[in-house]
């Protein structure tokens, strides 16, 4: 098996545990990837609300200016 059949294998398993249907027609490989990452939005980020960090492990960005 090549690299691209390898990818898009594993592209249209991911969209069938990911989505309900079938991917659309004509689209492959990284084509695929690109649609569901892209429409994934960025996962929440709570670290800064955990109970188990003091302050002194907590970084910021530095502040602009």
Do not use: C, K, N
């Not at 691209?4 to 027609?25: M, N, V």
């Amino acid at each position: 098996m090549s690299r691209d059949e390898q990818i898009d294998r594993e592209a249209l398993g991911l969209w069938r545990a990911l989505r309900d249907g079938p991917p659309p027609l004509g689209v492959h490989g990284g084509e695929l990837l690109s649609m569901l990452i892209g429409q994934s939005g960025a996962p929440p980020y709570e670290r800064l609300h955990s109970p188990h960090l003091r302050d002194s492990q907590i970084t910021r960005p530095p502040p602009r200016s």
